[in-house]
């Protein structure tokens, strides 16, 4: 669909057309409606809800116990997280104290997470933009974070380890060890990634300089990427 709109320079016809959704089986689908000017957005309207998975649902019937393992399968990426926000909405329903001990822990643990995640989306976001190498690279370090979720927990992924009340068992023997070489190491591998991508041709071409993102129409440029 084309329609007209009013520019600085006068009348320019725009075109208006969907970005995804995508295949209802995969994760995050959403639909944008978008209005380009060529090759310029110049409007972007989201349509969420195409992908319910019905947790809410599902935990209507099950214990505050049972529905933590639910909780580890909203985002992939976040299980902890996710565990542990919803286990502080059931500490705060039932006036639980958590031991000290266990909240430094639980908070080390997702920050562990949040890195993870954050490697996830630097590797991918690389490979989309055809640099390849800084996927294998930030792979290398969140494999690392994985065997020490799976060392504390014995899971990798959807460990379900933050509990109601605490942790689901100790810690194991020399656990402060392994978590202390990964984060003693870790600056020096973001350094790698930084050499690899800030002097990158392709990186810095597909980057810098062609997304300017405005607020208000047309008033004053709110953000540069």
């Known amino acids: 669909m084309t329609t007209t709109v009013e520019t600085a320079t006068g009348p320019a016809k725009t075109m208006v057309l969907n970005m995804g959704p995508q295949h209802p089986s995969t994760h995050g689908v959403l639909r944008i409606v978008l209005e380009l000017d060529g090759e310029t957005v110049v409007k972007a309207v989201p349509d969420l809800g195409y992908l319910h998975t019905g947790i809410e649902k599902s935990c209507e019937d099950k214990t505050y116990s049972q529905a933590i393992t639910l909780t580890d399968r909203m985002d992939y990426l976040n299980p902890l997280g996710n565990n542990l926000v919803y286990c502080l909405a059931v500490e705060k329903l039932l006036g639980l104290e958590v031991p000290k001990r266990a909240q430094y822990i639980r908070v080390l643990l997702v920050e562990l997470q949040r890195i993870s995640s954050h490697l996830v989306w630097l590797g991918t976001h690389a490979i989309d933009m055809g640099a390849?190498?800084?996927f294998l690279y930030c792979f290398r370090e969140r494999e690392e974070i994985l065997k020490i979720f799976e060392f504390v927990s014995g899971q990798r992924m959807m460990t379900s380890y933050i509990r109601i009340g605490g942790l689901a068992l100790e810690p194991p023997r020399g656990w402060q060890q392994v978590v202390g070489k990964f984060i003693s190491g870790f600056p020096s591998k973001v350094d790698e990634y930084e050499e690899?991508?800030?002097?990158?041709?392709?990186?810095k071409r597909r980057t810098?300089?062609?997304?300017?993102?405005?607020?208000?129409?047309?008033k004053a440029l709110a953000g540069r990427h």
């Open 132 to 134: 390849m190498s800084v």
């Open 196 to 203: 690899l991508l800030n002097n990158n041709p392709i990186w």
């Open 208 to 218: 810098q300089g062609v997304g300017a993102l405005m607020y208000g129409g047309d």
